[in-house]
C-alpha cells in the first residue's frame, strides 16, 4: 500500500503529466471565478482532450481542474457577494460582510487555508477508506438518505434568526424553499405540480438562477444604494497581515474545520446529495459553535467562522465523492458521472480493479487533490493582494460588469430565457427577504434537501413499508435531528436563566 | 419604519396565500403527488397568518428577530436609498428586456456602455474600454468557444425578414 502511495506521487512528478494537471488547475483557477462557468460543464467540455492521453494523464488533468473550482470560487463569492459556484454559496453570508468591512484578505485567507485543509482531508479519507467503504455506503439505503435529508433540513433552527421571532421567519423560509423544491413534474404519479402550465417549470427550478438571484441582487442594491466601493465602509489596511490573520483564524478554530471537513467528506460520499448542501450544513455547524446569542447574531454579518466551515466542508467532499465512484462505480454528483465517463473513455471498470491493478492510480489520485490544492492556494496568496483590490474598485463599474456575470451566469444553467426571469424573480425575493430581516439560508438549504428527502421518502416506502422506521442507522438519525433542532434553544435557555438570576 | 413595517406583513401574508393556494392546488392530487405539498403547505399557511399579525402588531419591536443574514446599510438617507434601489432595477429590468429585443450578443455591450457612460458617469475612455472587454469575453468565451447558444433578438427576426 505504501509503495503505492509513494508510486502516485512519482508518477505524477512527472513533466507531462505534471503539466497537464497545471493547465487542468489553470483552468479551474478561472472557472470556479467566472459565474457562468460551472464545474460539471467544463469537465464534460474537457473529455474529448483525453482520448490521447494515458489514465494518469488524463486525470491529473481532469482532477486538477475540478478540484479547485470550489476553491477559486469562494474568491468570487467573498469579493463581489456573487457565487462563484453553486457550491460556495454559504460563503457570501459571512465572507462578503467581512470583505465589506474591509476584512477580504482575512477573509480570503481563512477561505483559502480552510479549503486547503478540507481538500487534504478529503484527499487523506480517500486514500485511507477505499478498502473499507464498501460496507458503510452499502448501510445507507433510501431510508438512511432521507432521514440525512431530514437531518440537514433540521440545521434550518441554526440558520435562523435570534429568538422565537427568529426561528418563525427561519422556519417559514424552509418550508418556502421546501416548497419550491416541489415545482415540476412528481416522479411517483407523473402530475405536475405547481408549473402554472410553463414548459421551463416541467423539470422544477434550476438550482443556479435561484441562488444567483437570491445572493447577488440584494448585494448590488446594497453596492448601488452605498454608491461606493464594496470594501468603502472600512480601510483596506495591510492586505498581508489580513491574510495571515485569516490563515491564523484557521487554526484557532482548527476543530472547526476538522468537522467541517468531515461533513463534507460524509456528504461527498452519499450519492446523491452534494456540495450544495455540504456548504449549509457545514455552515449550520459553524454557528452552533457560538457561544451565546450575541456571538450567534454577528454570523451573516462577518463571523469568521462562517467563511472556514464552508471552505473546508467544500474542498473535502471532492476526496469524498471520490470515494463511492471509485470503489462501485457509483458516481455522487453530477460532477463525478461525468469523471465516471472519464474512466470507461479510458478502457478502467470502477470497483476492485481500482484497488488492485490501477491501485497506483487510484493513489495519484489522491495527490492529484492534494497539490492542486497547495498550488491553486498558494498561487492565490501570492496574487491575493491583486485579488482582493477588486473590492475596491468604484461600484459604477462593478454593478455593470457584476449583472453581465450575474446574467450570463444565470442564463448558461439551461440556455433558458427561463433561467433569466427566475433569476429576476428570485433577485426580487432575495431583496424582500433581506429588507424584511428573513434569512435566506434556510430556504436554500430545503430547497436543496425537498426534493432528495421526498424521493427518498418514497422509495424508502415502497422497498420496505413503514418497516424502515425501525432500522438502527435512522433511529439514531431522528434521535440526532431532534438534538440539533432543539440544541440551540436549550442551549441559550441554559444561559438565559442563570443570566435572569444573577439579574434578580 | 412604517414602509418596512408594511413590507414585512406583505411578505408574511404572501407566504400565506403561497401556502392556502399550495395546499388547495394539491386537493385533486393523487395522495403520492400531494403528500409532501400537503405536509409543507399547512404548516406554511399557519404560521405565516402567525408572522403576518405579529408583524401588524409590531411584536419584532420587542423580540428583535435579527436573521443570520447581511442587513441593508442604513448610513444612506432613505429617500436617496429608494432612489438608488429604483434606479438600479429600472437597469435590471432594461438589460432583461433588451436580451429578446436584440439578442444577448447585441444587448451585453450596449447595456454596459449605457450603464457605465450615463449610470456610472464613467468617462468615454473606461466605458469604451470596459464595454470592448466584457464582449470580447462574452463573444470569445460563451459564443466561439463554448458555442452557448444565444438566440437572435426580435429586431434582428424582423430586420431579416
Known amino acids: ?504 | 419604519m412604517k414602509a418596512v413595517f408594511k413590507a414585512r406583513s406583505l411578505l408574511g401574508l404572501s407566504v400565506t396565500i403561497i401556502g392556502a393556494y399550495a395546499f388547495y392546488d394539491s386537493w385533486h392530487w393523487p395522495n403520492k403527488a400531494a403528500l409532501f405539498p400537503r405536509l409543507i403547505s399547512v404548516p406554511l399557511f399557519l404560521l405565516g397568518l402567525l408572522e403576518t399579525s405579529l408583524s401588524l402588531s409590531g411584536a419584532e419591536e420587542q423580540k428583535g428577530g435579527a436573521a443570520v443574514d447581511f442587513e441593508f446599510s442604513t448610513d444612506v438617507d432613505p429617500i436617496t436609498a429608494r432612489n438608488r434601489t429604483l434606479s438600479l432595477f429600472l437597469w435590471v429590468l432594461g438589460f432583461f428586456a433588451l436580451i429578446p429585443l436584440i439578442g444577448f450578443l447585441l444587448a451585453v455591450p450596449l447595456f454596459i456602455f449605457l450603464s457605465l457612460k450615463f449610470q456610472g458617469k464613467e468617462g468615454w475612455l473606461v466605458s469604451i474600454l470596459l464595454t470592448a472587454c466584457c464582449w470580447l469575453f462574452m463573444e470569445g468565451l460563451f459564443d466561439r468557444l463554448l458555442h452557448i447558444p444565444f438566440a437572435p433578438g426580435w429586431l434582428s427576426f424582423l430586420w431579416s425578414s
Open chain 1, 1 to 504: 500500500m505504501f509503495e503505492a502511495l509513494t508510486q502516485g506521487l512519482f508518477v505524477l512528478i512527472q513533466v507531462k503529466v505534471l503539466g497537464l494537471m497545471l493547465v487542468g488547475i489553470f483552468l479551474g483557477f478561472w472557472v470556479g471565478i467566472l459565474p457562468g462557468l460551472g464545474g460539471a460543464t467544463t469537465l464534460a467540455l474537457m473529455l474529448p482532450f483525453i482520448y490521447t492521453m494515458s489514465p494518469v494523464e488524463a486525470f491529473a488533468f481532469l482532477l486538477g481542474m475540478h478540484s479547485v473550482v470550489a476553491t477559486t470560487g469562494d474568491i468570487t463569492s467573498i469579493l463581489f457577494g456573487v457565487p462563484g459556484e453553486a457550491t460556495t454559496v454559504a460563503m457570501i453570508l459571512d465572507g462578503h460582510a467581512m470583505a465589506k468591512r474591509g476584512e477580504a484578505g482575512r477573509a480570503l485567507g481563512a477561505a483559502l487555508m480552510s479549503s486547503l485543509i478540507g481538500a487534504v482531508f478529503g484527499a487523506l479519507a480517500l486514500a485511507l477508506s477505499i478498502p473499507v467503504v464498501r460496507p458503510l455506503v452499502l448501510k445507507f439505503g433510501a431510508p438512511e438518505l432521507f432521514m440525512l435529508a431530514i437531518l440537514g433540513i433540521s440545521f434550518v433552527s441554526s440558520l435562523s434568526g435570534e429568538g422565537v421571532r427568529g426561528l418563525l421567519r427561519g422556519v417559514l423560509a424552509g418550508l418556502l424553499g421546501l416548497l419550491l423544491s416541489m415545482i415540476g413534474q412528481d416522479p411517483q404519479e407523473g402530475i405536475l405540480r405547481f408549473t402554472f402550465g410553463i414548459p421551463y417549470l416541467w423539470d422544477g427550478l434550476d438550482i443556479v438562477p435561484v441562488l444567483v438571484g437570491l445572493f447577488a441582487i440584494p448585494e448590488l442594491v446594497d453596492l448601488a444604494v452605498r454608491g461606493s466601493s464594496m470594501g468603502e465602509q472600512a480601510p483596506q489596511g495591510n492586505l498581508r497581515i489580513g491574510v495571515w490573520d485569516g490563515v491564523r483564524d484557521t487554526f484557532q478554530h482548527f476543530w472547526l474545520v476538522v468537522r467541517c471537513s468531515l461533513i463534507g467528506t460524509f456528504i461527498g460520499i452519499m450519492p446523491g446529495l452534494g456540495g450544495g448542501v455540504a456548504q449549509w450544513i457545514s455552515y449550520g455547524m459553524a454557528t452552533q459553535s457560538a457561544k451565546d446569542q450575541t456571538e450567534r447574531s454577528g454570523f451573516g454579518k462577518g463571523d469568521i467562522r462562517g467563511v472556514l466551515g464552508p471552505g473546508a466542508a467544500c474542498n473535502s467532499k471532492e476526496g469524498g465523492a471520490l470515494i463511492p465512484t471509485i470503489a462501485f462505480g457509483v458516481p455522487g454528483s453530477s460532477s463525478m458521472s461525468i469523471l465516471l465517463a472519464a474512466f470507461f473513455i479510458q478502457g478502467i471498470m470502477p470497483g476492485p480493479d481500482m484497488l488492485g491493478k490501477y491501485l497506483t492510480l487510484t493513489f495519484s489520485m489522491v495527490w492529484v487533490l492534494i497539490i492542486a490544492n497547495i498550488i491553486t492556494v498558494a498561487a492565490s496568496l501570492v496574487f491575493l493582494n491583486h485579488l482582493a483590490k477588486l473590492a475596491y474598485v468604484r461600484a459604477s463599474i462593478l454593478i455593470p460588469v457584476i449583472l453581465f456575470l450575474c446574467f450570463i451566469g444565470a442564463y448558461t444553467a439551461n440556455n433558458s430565457m427561463g433561467d433569466l426571469i427566475a433569476f429576476l424573480a428570485f433577485g426580487g425575493v432575495g431583496y424582500l427577504m433581506v429588507s424584511c430581516g428573513w434569512p435566506r439560508a434556510p430556504l436554500v438549504l430545503a430547497f436543496v434537501l425537498g426534493k432528495i428527502a421526498e424521493n427518498n421518502f418514497y422509495i424508502a416506502t415502497t422497498r420496505y413499508g413503514y418497516s424502515w422506521l425501525h432500522r438502527p442507522i435512522v433511529l439514531f438519525l431522528i434521535v440526532l435531528t431532534l438534538v440539533l433542532f432543539f440544541y440551540p434553544f436549550l442551549r441559550y435557555r441554559k444561559k438565559e436563566i442563570p443570566e435572569k438570576e444573577m439579574a434578580a
